[in-house]
C-alpha cells in the first residue's frame, strides 16, 4: 500500500520560512518523480514543484521560483519543500504526489500552511 505522509505544515509571519517534509513508502521512491502542490481556498490545487530521479532536476512555478527550493534524499524516501520569503498568498493545504510510471498520481493527505501576521 502507498502512502505520502507530509508533515511541516504551520503558522508563520510573512517573512518567514517553514520546510515541509514527505515521507513516501509502498513504492520505489528514487524511481519517480516527486512533487508539491497546493490548494488555497475556494481555488483549485495547483503546481508548485517537482524533482526528478536520477538526476534530481527541479521545476517550480512561477509564484514561487527564487524562494522555495525542493530537494528530495531517496536513501530517507522523503521529499522536502523548504519555503522562504513566505507570503500571504502562500496561504494554503500543500500536498505531496509521487507519479508512477503509469502518470498514476499518489497523494499524501496535505499539510496547511497559513502566513499571517
Known amino acids: 500500500q502507498v502512502q505520502l505522509v507530509e508533515s511541516g505544515g504551520g503558522l508563520v509571519q510573512p517573512g518567514g520560512s517553514l520546510r515541509l517534509s514527505c515521507v513516501v513508502s509502498?513504492?520505489?521512491?528514487?524511481?519517480?518523480?516527486a512533487s508539491w502542490y497546493r490548494q488555497a481556498p475556494e481555488k483549485e490545487r495547483e503546481f508548485v514543484a517537482s524533482?526528478?530521479?536520477?538526476?534530481?532536476?527541479?521545476n517550480y512555478a512561477g509564484s514561487v521560483k527564487g524562494r522555495f527550493t525542493i530537494s528530495r534524499d531517496n536513501a530517507k524516501n522523503t521529499v522536502y519543500l523548504q519555503m522562504n520569503s513566505l507570503k500571504p498568498e502562500d496561504t494554503a493545504v500543500y500536498y505531496c504526489?509521487?507519479?508512477?510510471?503509469?502518470?498514476?498520481?499518489?497523494w499524501g493527505q496535505g499539510t496547511q500552511v497559513t502566513v499571517s501576521s
Open positions: 509502498g513504492l520505489t521512491f528514487s524511481s519517480y518523480a
Open positions: 504526489d509521487v507519479r508512477d510510471s503509469s502518470d498514476y498520481d499518489y
Open positions: 524533482v526528478f530521479s536520477p538526476g534530481d532536476r527541479t
